[in-house]
């Protein structure tokens, strides 16, 4: 079940989810709107599964910055969200998506009990200007069933995510990282 803007509102009154910073005026009638954060890290060179990702880091200039086709960007939300009752689904929206742009690669899945700044796994169609602080797309919260699961828990790989966060699928892989 996906908590409608006024339920969304309702829940962060009584402290049952977050979202950090928060507007109202960003409700929307089964979400909220989120915005990219001030930094975005470019993989430029290939990828390997096994070592960690090599990439440049910039701080978004306010006059904005262009996304090339054919290179992977990982950014980062402007909110801090989480709850430990309602899991999240990250989207991207209409006014992005027709712009050419992917919000994220895979991942749009924030589990209960993981409070974080999400990664964005960012790509384009076209080259495209995108700025710091401007909607990028749509977060949803679903309410959960069964017994708690929390993700912090558990201890998981990006339990304490704050940022941009690059792929450490290495450290799982035989032999660590190359």
Aim: glycine share 10%; hydrophobic share 35%; proline share 7%.
């Amino acid at each position: 079940m996906i908590l409608t803007g006024p339920a969304i509102a309702a829940a962060r009154t009584a402290g049952d989810l977050t979202i950090d910073p928060y507007d109202p005026a960003r409700l929307s009638p089964n979400a909220y709107d989120w915005r990219l954060g001030h930094r975005i890290r470019i993989c430029e060179t290939d990828l390997d599964a096994a070592a960690p990702t090599a990439f440049t880091e910039i701080t978004l200039p306010c006059n904005g910055f262009v996304l090339e086709p054919g290179i992977l960007y990982l950014g980062h939300t402007l909110e801090h969200t989480g709850s430990d009752r309602y899991a999240q689904l990250l989207n991207g929206d209409r006014t992005t998506g027709t712009l050419g742009i992917w919000v994220h690669v895979s991942a749009p899945l924030g589990h209960a009990g993981h409070a974080i700044r999400w990664t964005l796994e960012i790509r384009a169609a076209k080259a495209v200007r995108v700025y710091p602080g401007m909607t990028f797309g749509k977060l949803v919260f679903l309410r959960t069933y069964g017994a708690p699961a929390s993700y912090q828990r558990h201890g998981l790989k990006y339990t304490h995510s704050e940022g941009i966060d690059t792929s450490r699928l290495y450290e799982e892989l035989p032999g660590g990282p190359r």
